[in-house]
């Protein structure tokens, strides 16, 4: 340092991304006691991939891959993305998502800091639109042993339908489509547990303990996960308490599916997301009401994904059009 | 048929209309396209682009007659900008019109000086304050540094001093990544 | 009393090291052996030098008259001999030389003669001119020119003294306070009467008891109006701007006054000097500065202006072997010396000894993440990797347009930074590049004016001489076909050519006979040495061939060598 400050906080981008390793424990370990150790199994395969992409391109880049290793960012994305597939996805499902999230849409924008999108989320779009069957199997809670787990993970055989069932996303999209039917019948399935899939309520504790503790922290705001939650409920509350028999309870939709990881772990992405108080609000509501419109009428059962990357889309013009006043300028025209 | 036709026929009438009152109400007074090459230029009216002054090169530029490589005082930098504003390819100065240098102003020795008057008739902006048989000085806030005066003056009593950095015209630098260093 | 305090957006808390130096008083620094005063004290402007070498200085003499607007005086700050003025470094991060005055004292101190000024008897402005020509600027840093700073005296409705010093490790406004608090409010009284303000505030932090405490005695013999505020110590709430605020809750944007918002701000230091100045007639010419950090002996000295830094160094121990650089000002906003010979100004409120246990070397710089983190200690409200992304790729409109120049270098942002991108060099490097392009616009138009304008000129000129040539043509053909109608009628077609060579012809005529005539003017009663440079001057014109020749033909006048 040549020049003032000569004084530095001591932080870093790792101790940034580390804490954010640590606020998903609570998350894992709910995943680990109510669906299955082979979330691990996904992790550890995650986290591999991850390392080895970054270094492939940082060395094809001619950029330091020490330090970059060592920021952790990478492992940060390849466990966001193992915790948003399904369990028992195959592993090079997994691989081939890490490989978009790290090499795709990181390293061609131009690597950390730099990416438009939100890696994890592009690669969930990415791998359920490519292997739509495959993405959509979800096991709920004491379905399937470790050991059966583990098979299917390394490519067992994959008679898929008579293992699990759909989602209870999944099952209150086809079953209302259907018609004839409504949702407390759908939702009454004993597989589907008192909110969500049945044990996925526990994990979606685990990452709100994990969020509280980034708050805690001053890793996170709290503009993204009140406006994400916030935005999410009230839309289907509103529908909810029109249309009770059509529309899933505001709570439903809060615990199931990625709502909790979405709030506190991928909405809250500084590098992809909105960056001003106002523009956080906006993008993170945007991204909860859009998460509902495609949960209830779109093509796919889970809509978080699309609706980050839809407002990931968003967020030069959000964060143009929302900078704040500075100091001495709160009465200019803005 | 026929109504289709006309439709489209009033469509076009219409648009036309509304494209000419346009025209008229919005008309840009004067060249601005000449305007905005001048202001990139650097005013210095030193002729090296072939042009009796920077104007007359924002004109020739604008009618396509001149490259925008001819400019050494406004360097590859001025080069840049007028290849922005144009939408052209960034080429390197043409030699043939000169190099770029270090910002300089004149400067008459007054112990040489006759007072012949033949560089304040060169000076384009005037810079040059004095009398015939009277000793001469270069005004140097308002020389640019063309050098149009070193080629008249018959004793050969003009210099270019380059401008020393001073505190006020210090600039702090770029600060310099080099993310390689860390590897 | 309470108060209600405004606050302000971010800041930082770091370590304050503020008891290394507090706790031992001013002590007056001994008289160095060479003295290089620069003439450029205070911002932005360069005093006129007003004396030569060999020249005798008394203590307190001018030998700076002020320049410009911004132009405060200077002076000797002790009695000797002028024994040089010559351009040398001076402290600043670029280490460029400013033409500086060296004396050498005489070890006597001897007083130029001091008129008190009685700023309740004599006008406004002889006060102002008089704190001017005290050299009288603010003693915070930025060295602002005071008697600019009291502004037309109107609308001013609170006098803010700073007494925050925020900076970590800095004491010196400190140590005043608690040593000579009643001339500080002295000083300041005198400032709140000059600027017609109503109510005084002092805002100190709150991790300066002792200060307080000293302020608070002082202020009770007072009768009234007088506030000793404690504010929260939180870097930077002695920026001007933040302190105003804390205290006001007023918003000063970038490039106005606080005049302009009825509220005006000096520093404690200042206003010490201000009472000197009025009181005793004494200019600045010391100051108390703070040695800390990597020495022996860390403390406050009252140094005068123009001591080398390495001899005041020295007063608080020998440079221990780890100290790598000195710094002058805080470790926050102040910079690296380049070299310890540069001289103590008015602007130098302590210099840290630097070693990389103090201070360690930034990790290396990793990429922005966007975290937020600079945006939410931003004092400034600003958006501060916004701004890093603009300066970085020099697009300099547009970090304007998101208010870079609101950006008060205070270093927030660089310190919380996670990737430990240096953000305040960014912001530097790009308000120098806009500064130096606006100089260089600025330049280019008057070029253009000025080209223009000769252009007209010269085109003026050329249709005056036609029409005057068309006159003249005019008015001899009329003469000679008065003269002779027959003649003209005959050779109708030279006619039109004949006036105008003959008019040319003429000219000729009556140049030759004037140069002839022509004898040079106030040459008699000339000195033998003026007489010895015009024969020299004739004589290379003679050589170059450019006087008048024997014959008498006449000196080419006309350019030769018109480009």
Known sequence: MIHSPYLRKPVSVRQVMFTVLVALLPGIAAYVWQIGAGILVNLAIATVVALAAEAFVLRLRRRPVGLALGDLSAVVTAWLVALCFPLIVPWWVTALGVLTAIVAVKHLYGGLGQNPFNPAMAAYCAMIVAYPALMSQWPSAGQLDFSTQLALILGGSRDVDAITGATALDALRTGLRGGGTDVATLLGQEAFGALGGRGFEWV???????????LARGVITWHMPVAFTAALAGIAALFWAVHPEQFASPLFHLASGGAMLAAFFIVTDPVSGATTPRGKLIFAAGAGILAWLIRNFGAYPEGVAFAVLLMNLCVPLIDMKTQPKVFGHRGDRS | MLSALLIMASIAVALGAVLGYAAIRFKVEGDPLVEKIDAILPQTQCGQCGYPGCKPYAQAIANGEADINQCPPGGEEGIRKLADLLGREFKPLSEEHGVEKPKSVAFIDEQRCIGCTLCIQACPVDAIVGAAKQMHTVVAPLCTGCELCIAPCPVDCITMEALPETVETWKWKYPVVDIRRAA | MTMRLSGFHGGIEPDAHKHESSGAPIVPAPLPARLVVPLRQSARAVAECLVAPGQQVLKGERIGAPEGVLGTAVHAPTSGTVIEVAEYPMPHPSGLSTLSV???????????????????????????AHL??????????????????????????????????????????????????????????????????????????????????????????LDGGVAVVPVPARYPAGGEKQLIRTLTGIEIPYGRLGGEFGVQCFNVATAHAVYRAMAFGEPMVSRVVTLTGNVDRPGNVEALIGTPIEDLLALAGPRRADTDRVLMGGPMMGFALPSLTVPVLKATNCLIAASPRLFPPAPPEQA???CGACARACPAELQPFELY??????????????????CIECGCCAYVCPAHIPLVDYYRFAKSEIWARERDKS??????????????????????????????????????????????????????EDPKKALIAAALARAKAQQAAAAPKNTEGLSAGTQAEIDEIERRRRALGLAETADGTAAPDTPARDA
Request: net charge negative; hydrophobic share 45%.
């Open chain 3, 389 to 406: 992304w603009f300066a970085r790729s020099k697009n300099f409109g547009k970090a304007q347009e998101y208010h870079l120049f609101d």
């Open chain 3, 443 to 496: 330049a280019a138009d008057q070029a253009r004016e000025r080209f223009e304008f000769r252009n007209w000129r010269q085109e003026r000129e050329k249709e005056e001489k036609a029409a005057k040539l068309a006159a003249k043509a005019a008015e001899t053909r009329a003469r000679l076909a008065a003269e002779g109608g027959e003649a003209v009628a005959a050779d109708a077609p030279p006619a039109a």
């Open chain 3, 102 to 128: 060296v004396i050498e004292p005489d070890g006597e101190e001897r007083w130029t003669a001091l008129h008190p000024f009685d700023w309740r008897a004599r006008p406004r402005n002889e006060a102002l």
């Open chain 3, 132 to 221: 001017r020509d005290c050299g009288i600027v603010g003693l915070g840093g930025a060295t602002f020119p005071s008697h600019v700073k009291l502004g037309t005296g109107t609308g001013i409705e609170v006098l803010i003294l700073n007494g925050a010093e925020c900076e970590p490790w800095i004491t010196c406004d400190d140590r005043l306070m608690r040593e000579r608090a009643a001339d500080i409010l002295a000083g300041a009284q005198i400032l709140r009467e000059l600027i017609g303000a109503g109510r005084l505030v002092v805002g100190i932090e709150d991790n300066k008891p002792e200060a307080i405490e000293a302020m608070h005695a002082a202020a009770a013999g």
């Open chain 1, 204 to 214: 979606a504790l685990g990452y709100l303990i994990g969020g509280l503790y980034l």
């Open chain 3, 368 to 370: 922005c993440i966007r």
